[in-house]
């Protein structure tokens, strides 16, 4: 594995330099479906052997020809709405693979998703578990669900991307926790798989999860002893990919992230274990290519103005993400400036990185925003009446 991740380093920024000067339009996302394969091969060959499934969770990149990519290569698929289970259906993910969370699901989505037979429903509150029942009796169905459970671990993310404390909306809390796994178990209309986690995104450190595996074993021995059994215990995503060295490290460490949770769980024979990757599967996969429409110099600054602002790729101004920016256009012996990269739109917020390292840049170059293959396009919005990126797709294999 590690001979053709290192032949395909360089294999890939040619290839991509070269697809990518041919495309005028600027600024547009270009996907690399060899790594995304690759990555997708890679998740097979460490979970294999495993009583498991991985759902790849749609939210990160809902981009047509992404989904279906992944479908065919046989991963479920996790959604968050009507749109989305649609969306998964139309690229061909099986509706027994699909796992459907999220806090506020509306009437006509629970009964989109029923109707659908979808695997399961992820739960999150009481009120919601009511509602599921009265429609599943109406239409004559059971739901499958599983309860998603607040565990109180904190991922050590950003606060607007950890899920898993207490003073967050998500699941139920640990002290909340029999009282409706009693509440599903006595509705009529629903059949109780098992549980669910998810405690946040850009998890890089396996603390977290190992903590996480010691409470999903406290609760399946808890509720063993009470003789009920979970057939599904679904652990969430959250892996993160490295942002400062996507070249270096193009797959994540999957061994690491699987061998943790096959470490770490005692599951039962007869109990499946459920993951919901986003960010893992198709971050590093994307770039946004953009071109430098001004330099705009001022005694104390440098700036480099892109045709691609935070409607393109929000994450820098809505999470201070930062991502690697490479200049294309320029020869490698250039020598370096510092300087702030900027977007068009009329926010002081629409800022790509600040005093960054830069080859001496200049008007119509092209420049190429890393690891954006997550959260980036389907993230990005028309504000200021901006058309949308387009998305462009290479292949190096
Ligand atoms: N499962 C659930 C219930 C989730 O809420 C999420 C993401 C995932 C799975 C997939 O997480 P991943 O493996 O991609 O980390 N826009 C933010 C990330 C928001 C994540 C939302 N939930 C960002 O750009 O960093």
């Given at each position: 594995m590690n001979d053709s991740k290192d032949s395909y380093n360089t294999l890939t920024y040619n290839r991509f330099t070269k697809e990518v000067l041919q495309c005028a339009r600027t600024p547009f996302y270009c996907y690399d479906l060899g790594l995304l394969h690759a990555t997708v091969l890679e998740i097979k060959r460490q979970t294999a052997g495993m009583n498991c499934i991985v759902h790849y969770a749609l939210k990160a990149n809902e981009n047509k020809r992404i989904i279906s990519e992944i479908a065919r290569m046989g991963l479920g698929a996790d959604l968050v709405s009507g749109g989305e289970i649609q969306a998964a259906i139309d690229a061909g993910y099986n509706p027994q693979d699909m796992s459907y969370s999220g806090v506020g699901k509306t009437d006509w989505e629970i009964r989109l998703g029923l109707e659908l037979e979808l695997g399961c429903f992820n739960v999150e509150s009481s009120a919601e578990l009511e509602v599921i029942n009265q429609i599943a009796g109406e239409m004559g169905r059971q739901a499958r669900i599983a309860i998603r459970v607040n565990p109180d671990i904190d991922a050590h993310t950003h606060r607007y991307i950890t899920t898993g404390t207490a003073d967050n909306k998500f699941g139920i809390t640990l002290d909340m926790l029999p009282q409706v796994v009693r509440q599903a178990i006595d509705l009529p209309h629903i059949q109780l798989l098992g549980l669910h986690f998810h405690i946040g995104s850009q998890i890089t450190a396996m603390r977290p999860y190992q903590m996480l595996c010691d409470t999903v074993n406290q609760l399946i021995d808890e509720y063993e002893n009470e003789g009920i059994r979970f057939e599904q215990i679904n652990v969430g995503g959250g892996l993160g990919i490295n942002y400062e060295q996507p070249d270096e490290q193009p797959i994540p460490n999957f061994e690491q992230y699987f061998g943790t949770f096959r470490k770490g769980l005692k599951l039962r024979p007869y109990q499946r274990l459920h993951f919901e990757l986003g960010r893992a599967i198709v971050g590093q996969c994307g770039t946004l290519i953009t071109r430098v429409t001004y330099v705009k110099e001022s005694r104390a600054k440098r700036f480099v103005i892109l045709d691609a602002g935070m409607n393109d790729l929000v994450r820098p101004a809505l999470y201070g993400a930062c991502h690697k920016i490479q200049?294309?256009?320029?020869?490698?012996?250039l020598p370096m400036a510092r300087c702030d990269v900027v977007g068009p739109v009329c926010e002081s917020s629409d800022v790509f990185a600040q005093d960054y390292p830069l080859p001496i840049t200049r008007r119509g170059n092209l420049i190429a925003i890393r690891s954006a293959g997550a959260y980036g396009e389907s993230m990005a919005s028309s504000y200021n009446m901006r058309p949308l990126p387009q998305a462009v797709f290479f292949n190096h294999l």
């Open positions: 200049n294309l256009s320029a020869p490698d012996d």
